[in-house]
């Protein structure tokens, strides 16, 4: 189970090594799905940024916290009508489960991502929603995306905007909730036993592996440094393994 942003690519810059490093893993029969809180493309997309590097796949396996958002909205309340803050990939992908998209006043819920264009004005319509009595459900709150040069805010930013604005908690569905792990898992008929979780975030990747039962890999091309890696780590976020690339990672242990 990959995670995308700092583990396979930068921005759009794949990290050196991982399209071989996957090669290698499916050579030797290992099932690969790709799991990712970033909301901001749809799988269609993201299996075609990856074929483009060189990383062949199809929209079934990947998994977005957009997606899973949408399977547990439909799932726990219904055909809700929705208020969401976020790129017209999530709006997608929550149409794609049934759910209206509608504006504040007629929401039953809100939902928050990653949106470039966010506004003082989509602040203010999310916490009037929730006001209203919406539940606020946010996909993911990473506080920063890796890019090519450096890390950029996240939706955690947006998300805790929105908290504080209503004086209200969200519910969270990315990692490291394990809500998204659950779906996954319920999706891909995964075992925990067999599981690998691999990603570049102690507080976000690896906190949810260990939470769920999964097996949890960091890897050192995205937001953690080593620095980090070596610091007093509480039990949540200490990995079973870690190394400095997912290529270094698939030589070792493959």
Same mark, same amino acid.
């Given at each position: 189970m990959l995670d995308l942003d700092g583990v396979i690519y930068r921005g759009e810059s794949p990290v050196q090594g991982s399209p071989e490093a996957i090669e290698r893993m499916r050579k030797v029969g290992k099932?690969?799905?790709?799991?990712? !809180? !970033? #909301?901001?493309?749809?799988?269609? +997309?993201? $299996? +075609?940024?990856?074929?483009r590097m060189g990383i062949p796949t199809q929209p079934s396996e990947v998994l977005t916290s957009g997606v899973a958002t949408a399977i547990h909205i439909s799932k726990t309340m219904g055909k809700a009508r929705v208020y969401a803050i976020g790129s017209p990939s999530l709006t997608t992908e929550l149409a794609r489960e049934g759910l209206e998209l509608v504006e504040w006043q007629r =929401? +039953?819920?809100?939902?928050? @991502?990653?949106?470039q264009q966010f506004s003082y004005q989509k602040l203010y319509d999310a916490m009037r929603g929730v006001r209203n009595g919406c539940p606020l459900v946010s996909t993911n709150k990473d506080p920063t995306v890796p890019d090519e040069n450096g890390p950029v805010p996240g939706a955690g930013a947006i998300a805790s905007a929105? +908290?504080? *604005? $209503? %004086?209200?908690?969200s519910i969270l569905i990315g990692k490291p909730?394990?809500?998204?792990? @659950?779906? *996954?898992?319920? #999706? /891909?008929?995964l075992k925990k036993e067999?599981?690998?979780?691999?990603?570049?975030r102690l507080d976000i990747d690896i906190a =949810? %592996? !260990? @939470?769920?039962? /999964?097996?949890?890999?960091?890897?050192? $091309?995205?937001?953690?440094?080593? *620095?980090?890696?070596? %610091?007093?780590?509480?039990?949540?976020?200490?990995? $079973? #393994? =870690?190394?400095?690339?997912?290529?270094q990672f698939a030589s070792a242990e493959l």
């Open positions: 099932t690969v799905r790709f799991l990712t !809180n !970033n #909301a901001t493309r749809t799988r269609e +997309e993201y $299996s +075609e940024k990856l074929s =929401a +039953e819920v809100v939902v928050t @991502s990653l949106d929105v +908290e504080v *604005a $209503s %004086g209200t908690s909730s394990t809500i998204i792990l @659950s779906v *996954a898992e319920r #999706a /891909w008929g067999s599981t690998l979780i691999v990603g570049d =949810a %592996g !260990n @939470s769920f039962g /999964w097996r949890p890999i960091l890897v050192l $091309s995205g937001s953690t440094s080593e *620095a980090e890696l070596n %610091g007093e780590l509480p039990p949540l976020h200490r990995p $079973s #393994a =870690a190394y400095r690339n997912l290529y």
